[in-house]
């Protein structure tokens, strides 16, 4: 038997297959939905449990550790925490330092004991899903926790994917063109499918995996901060307010308002804050509609429009909100289908998934892609991509080298995955040397082949034509980096380190201010004769303190004067955009 | 590897693409690992064989057997320039709009990128005249099949590899303008 697990950012499911059906098994309470928090204490605690401990003892617990599994430090996401730049994210915590694999894998021990005590057996096969989007290295560090809790992974499954076999199950004998609209806790995924006689074939995927219902919680905290004039809040106060953001929103998505009451915040205040729906659909909106290009560009790759599409299934506990449904429609043209159960359908998926896997459920098949493109860099610093991003897996392909250098000894093979025309912008997922005999520039031929199995796994085949001699290297984690490694990346960012901060802070801004004095008298020459005089002396106001800021070198100062000037110069952006949509 | 035996498809210049996707689909679903009776191999190949079908100009490369390098076909260098001027201009303006570090910045760069919407829709219009020209060209060879010359099917693979790679570039460009301009 092979459990399905949904490890989420902010809840985690799991289940079985039993007797045909996929099930959800639920802990002694009853609940199936596993919060995905946990504490380290004098022991650790996982779940409901742990999410009580979150606010009494903030730095002992951790949540949505999802949005950090497969990340090294200095990557988009890891602000806030500190390490070398390039090494694997590790997390402060109880004392020690745990990799959020580590941590991860708290909330799958949790999950197996859910289950083992719910089914009497010992479970120790999973599938686990992940964001579509997630790279080489997030999967495989998740794979990893799943190991660490004792379970044999079998397959990395893509969340929409999971989320279109439950939609799919009971439609095997349909022909038909789906979109999965997946807004979960942390990450977005839009997948597009074609499912044709019990064939679920992913056509294109596109996402973004820092895009997520935490991100609204944010804005939503944020409004009620400037409505009620809050303070800088103590870490206990914030979660506190966070978790008060989270249920606004949840109840807004049913009622029209909703009132924040935050009694004894730290030094005796007491806030409440009326919250309207229409309030919190402005502070939310902007990070919802970065979810339109990525639809886009999902149908861009599988060829079709949205009018071809027979449903736009919506899962994901964020696409509860009324606002995430008009934007669906707006994109689509189609209402959603709200069939699926938000929270559930992914899981289910999983479960479903694992039964093909061990043979239990028959004639369904999953045909998955690589979500990224693969490839190798190029002499001149270029990614030439070997397998294109939405291609089937298992896949191969491959591609004649020659050698660039008249002598050349050996050719190094860089693998990058990602989809940016400079190698250096991928993710480099490995690299190793193919040596051959040195000659002449163009002389010398190497075939390279990418092969994926079905759990995305990348093995590397690199033969020199011309002496016969191959290497085959099996690309693992990227996210492992070796100790040499990490001692060069160290001392790199040591040499760094003692750089003047004052100085290069105002060196920012006085870059900031050399491009903002031209862009003002650009902005104030194409608007001349439509603003009123008291603004344009305003303005010219602003300019001459920023130019005496910058004489002055004053960093505070001229971060101030430059604050003041994008103020005043609000109205004349609004008016050059409103021009420009104009042209046509 | 025959791509069309391994699809039991005609070998043939015109093919509908709802016709590849159904046989590979058939296939696939039967070969894929996870089934049982199912073959990796068999599958990676199949996979191969769909993309080079799918693809007119390698379709067309496999009819015509591989032959040498020819002239740059006389519509695609006509094309070309204007492909590459409006890729240059697009990747300077977006990359000023990316480092644009205020809002007056950008709003000042709205007007050329909006220009520049309009301009890049119009080549891709272009482009898309020839690529209709291109299909109408296999429908053309196809009803005279196998009656051809290597000569005329190498050509119009090419020009169908050139429609195919600097319509999605330029494409590449109008989403990233659509992600700008909202």
Same mark, same amino acid.
């Given at each position: 038997?092979?459990?399905?697990?949904?490890?989420?950012?902010?809840?985690?499911?799991?289940?079985?297959?039993?007797?045909?059906?996929?099930?959800?098994?639920?802990?002694?309470?009853?609940?199936?939905?596993?919060?995905?928090?946990?504490?380290?204490?004098?022991?650790?605690?996982?779940?409901?449990?742990?999410?009580?401990?979150?606010?009494?003892?903030?730095?002992?617990?951790?949540?949505?550790?999802?949005?950090?599994?497969?990340?090294?430090?200095?990557?988009?996401?890891?602000?806030?925490?500190?390490?070398?730049?390039?090494?694997?994210?590790?997390?402060?915590?109880?004392?020690?330092?745990?990799?959020?694999? /580590?941590?991860?894998?708290? !909330?799958?021990?949790?999950?197996?004991?859910?289950?083992?005590?719910?089914?009497?057996?010992? !479970?120790?096969?999973?599938?686990?899903?992940?964001?579509?989007?997630?790279?080489?290295?997030?999967?495989?560090?998740?794979?990893?926790?799943?190991?660490?809790?004792?379970?044999?992974?079998?397959?990395?499954?893509?969340?929409?994917?999971?989320?279109? &076999?439950?939609?799919?199950?009971?439609?095997?004998?349909?022909?038909?063109?789906?979109?999965?609209?997946?807004?979960?806790?942390?990450?977005?995924?839009?997948?597009?499918?074609?499912?044709?006689?019990?064939?679920?074939?992913?056509?294109?995927?596109?996402?973004?995996?820092?895009?997520?219902?935490?991100?609204?919680?944010?804005?939503?905290?944020?409004?009620?901060?400037?409505?009620?004039?809050?303070?800088?809040?103590?870490?206990?106060?914030?979660?506190?307010?966070? /978790?008060?953001?989270? $249920?606004?929103?949840?109840?807004?998505?049913?009622?029209?308002?909703?009132?924040?009451?935050?009694?004894?915040?730290?030094?005796?205040?007491?806030?409440?804050?009326?919250?309207?729906?229409?309030?919190?659909?402005?502070?939310?909106?902007?990070?919802?509609?970065?979810?339109?290009?990525?639809?886009?560009?999902?149908?861009?790759?599988?060829?079709?429009?949205?009018?071809?599409?027979?449903?736009?299934?919506?899962?994901?506990?964020?696409?509860?909100?009324? &606002?995430?449904?008009?934007?669906?429609?707006?994109?689509?043209?189609?209402?959603?289908?709200?069939?699926?159960?938000?929270?559930?359908?992914?899981?289910?998926?999983?479960?479903?998934?694992?039964?093909?896997?061990?043979?239990?459920?028959?004639?369904?098949?999953?045909?998955?892609?690589?979500?990224?493109?693969?490839?190798?860099?190029?002499?001149?610093?270029?990614? =030439?991509?070997?397998?294109?991003?939405?291609?089937?897996?298992?896949?191969?392909?491959?591609?004649?080298?020659?050698?660039?250098?008249?002598?050349?000894? %050996?050719?190094?093979?860089?693998?990058?995955?990602?989809?940016?025309?400079?190698?250096?912008?991928?993710?480099?997922?490995?690299?190793?040397?193919?040596?051959?005999?040195?000659?002449?520039?163009?002389?010398?031929?190497?075939?390279?082949?990418?092969?994926?199995?079905?759990?995305?796994?990348?093995?590397?085949?690199?033969?020199?034509?011309?002496?016969?001699?191959?290497?085959?290297?099996?690309?693992?984690?990227?996210?492992?980096?070796?100790?040499?490694?990490?001692?060069?990346?160290?001392?790199?960012?040591?040499?760094?380190?003692?750089?003047?901060?004052?100085?290069?802070?105002?060196?920012?801004?006085?870059?900031?201010?050399?491009?903002?004095?031209?862009?003002?008298?650009?902005?104030?020459?194409? $608007?001349?004769?439509?603003?009123?005089?008291?603004?344009?002396?305003?303005?010219?106001?602003?300019?001459?303190?920023?130019?005496?800021?910058?004489?002055?070198?004053?960093?505070?100062? &001229?971060?101030?004067?430059?604050?003041? &000037?994008? =103020?005043?110069?609000?109205?004349?952006?609004?008016?050059?955009?409103?021009?420009?949509?104009?042209?046509? | 590897?025959?791509?069309?035996?391994?699809?039991?498809?005609?070998?043939?210049?015109?093919?509908?693409?709802?016709?590849?996707?159904?046989?590979?689909?058939?296939?696939? %679903?039967?070969?894929?690992?996870?089934?049982?009776?199912?073959?990796?191999?068999?599958?990676?190949?199949?996979?191969?064989?769909?993309? !080079?079908?799918?693809?007119?100009?390698?379709?067309?490369?496999?009819?015509?057997?591989?032959?040498?390098?020819?002239?740059?076909?006389?519509?695609?260098?006509?094309?070309?320039?204007?492909?590459?001027?409006?890729?240059?201009?697009?990747?300077?303006?977006?990359?000023?709009?990316?480092?644009?570090?205020?809002?007056?910045?950008?709003?000042?760069?709205?007007?050329?990128?909006?220009?520049?919407?309009?301009?890049?829709?119009?080549?891709?219009?272009?482009?898309?005249?020839?690529?209709?020209?291109?299909?109408?060209?296999?429908?053309?060879?196809?009803?005279?099949?196998?009656?051809?010359?290597?000569?005329?099917?190498?050509?119009?693979?090419?020009?169908?590899?050139?429609?195919?790679?600097?319509?999605?570039?330029?494409?590449?460009?109008?989403?990233?303008?659509?992600?700008?301009?909202?």
């Amino acid at each position: 038997m092979i459990a399905g697990i949904d490890l989420g950012t902010t809840n985690s499911l799991i289940g079985v297959y039993e007797s045909g059906f996929p099930t959800l098994l639920a802990d002694t309470d009853g609940r199936r939905l596993l919060p995905s928090v946990v504490h380290y204490g004098d022991s650790i605690l996982v779940g409901h449990e742990a999410r009580r401990m979150q606010a009494i003892h903030p730095n002992r617990t951790i949540s949505s550790v999802k949005r950090l599994i497969g990340k090294r430090f200095g990557e988009e996401g890891t602000e806030g925490l500190t390490g070398i730049p390039g090494a694997p994210v590790t997390i402060p915590i109880g004392g020690q330092n745990l990799s959020p694999e /580590e941590i991860s894998a708290e !909330i799958l021990k949790k999950l197996k004991a859910i289950a083992e005590a719910r089914h009497g057996t010992e !479970i120790t096969r999973a599938v686990i899903t992940v964001p579509a989007y997630f790279n080489d290295a997030q999967r495989a560090a998740t794979r990893k926790a799943g190991e660490l809790a004792g379970f044999s992974v079998e397959r990395i499954v893509s969340e929409p994917t999971a989320a279109a &076999l439950a939609y799919g199950l009971d439609r095997l004998q349909d022909r038909s063109k789906i979109a999965v609209y997946d807004l979960g806790g942390g990450t977005f995924d839009l997948s597009i499918l074609q499912l044709d006689n019990g064939v679920f074939q992913v056509l294109s995927t596109h996402g973004d995996t820092r895009l997520g219902g935490d991100d609204l919680d944010q804005a939503i905290a944020a409004l009620v901060a400037s409505k009620a004039s809050l303070p800088r809040l103590s870490l206990p106060d914030t979660i506190r307010l966070h /978790e008060a953001a989270r $249920l606004a929103k949840e109840t807004l998505s049913t009622e029209e308002q909703s009132t924040i009451r935050l009694p004894f915040l730290e030094g005796g205040m007491n806030i409440e804050v009326m919250l309207t729906r229409a309030e919190i659909e402005g502070a939310c909106s902007p990070i919802i509609r970065r979810t339109r290009i990525h639809c886009l560009r999902a149908l861009e790759d599988a060829g079709i429009k949205a009018a071809d599409l027979d449903q736009v299934i919506l899962v994901g506990g964020s696409t509860r909100m009324p &606002l995430v449904q008009h934007l669906v429609v707006e994109i689509f043209g189609k209402e959603p289908n709200l069939s699926q159960h938000p929270d559930e359908s992914v899981a289910l998926g999983a479960i479903l998934q694992g039964a093909i896997l061990d043979g239990s459920l028959q004639n369904v098949a999953l045909l998955d892609i690589t979500p990224l493109s693969l490839g190798i860099e190029t002499f001149g610093g270029l990614m =030439n991509v070997i397998i294109p991003r939405n291609t089937t897996i298992p896949a191969k392909a491959g591609e004649m080298f020659t050698n660039a250098v008249a002598g050349q000894s %050996g050719m190094r093979i860089t693998v990058l995955q990602g989809e940016r025309e400079l190698a250096a912008d991928n993710w480099k997922l490995g690299g190793f040397e193919i040596p051959f005999a040195p000659s002449p520039k163009g002389a010398a031929r190497v075939g390279v082949q990418f092969s994926i199995d079905a759990d995305g796994i990348l093995q590397v085949l690199a033969r020199d034509t011309g002496t016969g001699i191959e290497k085959i290297v099996e690309i693992k984690s990227a996210v492992e980096v070796s100790d040499e490694a990490v001692e060069a990346m160290l001392a790199g960012s040591l040499e760094h380190a003692f750089e003047d901060m004052d100085a290069r802070i105002f060196t920012e801004a006085r870059l900031k201010a050399e491009e903002m004095l031209p862009a003002v008298e650009a902005a104030l020459a194409q $608007l001349a004769g439509e603003l009123p005089p008291d603004e344009i002396a305003g303005i010219r106001h602003q300019t001459a303190e920023v130019t005496a800021a910058l004489q002055s070198k004053e960093t505070v100062r &001229l971060k101030q004067t430059l604050a003041n &000037l994008d =103020n005043a110069t609000q109205s004349l952006a609004t008016r050059l955009i409103e021009r420009a949509m104009k042209i046509s | 590897m025959d791509p069309f035996e391994i699809l039991s498809l005609p070998r043939r210049p015109f093919l509908d693409d709802e016709e590849i996707a159904t046989a590979y689909r058939k296939l696939a %679903g039967a070969l894929h690992p996870d089934q049982q009776g199912g073959d990796a191999a068999a599958f990676r190949e199949l996979g191969e064989a769909a993309a !080079i079908l799918r693809d007119p100009a390698r379709r067309l490369k496999e009819l015509a057997g591989i032959s040498a390098s020819h002239p740059f076909p006389e519509k695609a260098a006509e094309l070309f320039s204007k492909v590459a001027e409006i890729l240059q201009r697009s990747d300077a303006l977006i990359a000023q709009t990316g480092m644009a570090s205020n809002a007056l910045t950008k709003a000042l760069l709205m007007a050329p990128l909006k220009s520049l919407s309009l301009d890049l829709s119009s080549v891709q219009e272009q482009l898309s005249t020839w690529r209709i020209f291109l299909e109408e060209e296999i429908q053309r060879i196809d009803r005279h099949w196998p009656e051809s010359d290597p000569e005329t099917l190498s050509h119009l693979a090419d020009s169908f590899a050139y429609a195919d790679r600097w319509s999605s570039q330029l494409r590449e460009r109008e989403l990233a303008l659509e992600a700008i301009l909202g």
